[in-house]
């Protein structure tokens, strides 16, 4: 070798040093995208827990963390990059207190919850995420099931009747009429009655007023004993006798929150019906009705491929 020939640094010398370097640019990226990721709830149940702790595992590049709503303070004294996700109405409550604060998920409220706390508005940086499943969704759901049906029953009271023409809108194209009937006082069977006679089929609307643990075995036997079923309102009802029912579980809500946390708040939508969901039939409901078995899922299926075609 040449004495004046340059020296060359050895491969072996310049790896570690290279591979140190490319280790800490990865760190500084994974810090720069991590996220702070609040969840907030009047309780720290079980359930929050394993909620919380399924989205730690999806999201392992950020800070995620559930802290008990009576340890925060106000919304506006939160760090304004935080992505605050509220997980029941008392949380919502909180939050409406101050018009600034952190971009904000409303994980599962419903309808009938965000009415009679914001009316029609939307404030803004509020995402509401609805619990309800989307009427459209559960009419398609009746036409698939029961495609004799024509006239399709909806009981509503005061708090609910402002659904009654989202309902109607979305029956006009199915070629499906809304039957409705006011029931202010559950102890009084008849507009229950009356409905049931003018109606093929009852479909439950997601109001704890008219549907819940107290109304339920007077609801299912008075509908059975005339041969309409009921549709819905939520999964607990297919449980207890109500025929079927479109939901989303918690892996389904997951799926939902993880996609909207991997966007830049400013793109959250305002209002948002859970795009994933599965279908719940009642077996021994359908075969005292004489209906044909209910392919669960490819029911959901169907239903899914005629929401995504343009």
Request: overall charge neutral.
């Amino acid at each position: 070798m040449s004495a004046d020939q340059p020296r060359k640094t050895p491969l072996r010398g310049r790896l570690p040093l290279f591979l140190c370097l490319a280790f800490v640019s990865l760190l500084t990226t994974l810090d720069a995208r991590a996220a702070e990721i609040l969840l907030t709830g009047a309780q720290d149940t079980p359930g929050v827990q394993s909620f919380t702790q399924a989205l730690q595992a999806r999201r392992p590049q950020d800070n995620v963390r559930f802290a008990p709503l009576a340890s925060l303070p106000s919304p506006d004294r939160l760090p304004g990059d935080v992505r605050l996700v509220l997980l029941d109405p008392p949380s919502l409550d909180w939050r409406l207190q101050k018009n600034h604060g952190p971009a904000t998920l409303v994980l599962r409220i419903s309808r009938l919850q965000a009415y009679e706390r914001l009316g029609e508005a939307t404030p803004e940086r509020l995402s509401l995420l609805w619990s309800d499943p989307p009427m459209a969704r559960q009419l398609q759901l009746i036409r698939r099931v029961l495609p004799q049906v024509r006239r399709v029953g909806v009981l509503f009271d005061r708090h609910s009747e402002f659904l009654l023409k989202d309902i109607q809108q979305a029956a006009r194209p199915l070629g499906l009429e809304i039957v409705s009937e006011r029931w202010d006082d559950s102890s009084d069977n008849r507009p229950l009655q009356n409905l049931l006679g003018r109606s093929d089929v009852l479909l439950g609307l997601d109001d704890p007023d008219l549907y819940n643990p107290k109304t339920v075995k007077n609801l299912l036997l008075s509908s059975y004993a005339r041969q309409r079923a009921l549709i819905g309102p939520s999964a607990a009802f297919v449980r207890a006798g109500s025929l079927a029912s479109t939901y989303s579980d918690q892996d389904d809500w997951l799926a939902i929150l993880d996609e909207l946390l991997d966007r830049p708040t400013a793109s959250w939508p305002r209002t948002l019906y859970p795009v994933r969901f599965k279908v719940m039939s009642n077996q021994q409901v359908a075969r005292s009705l004489g209906i044909e078995p209910i392919d669960a899922e490819a029911v959901a299926a169907q239903l899914a491929e005629g929401e995504h075609r343009p």
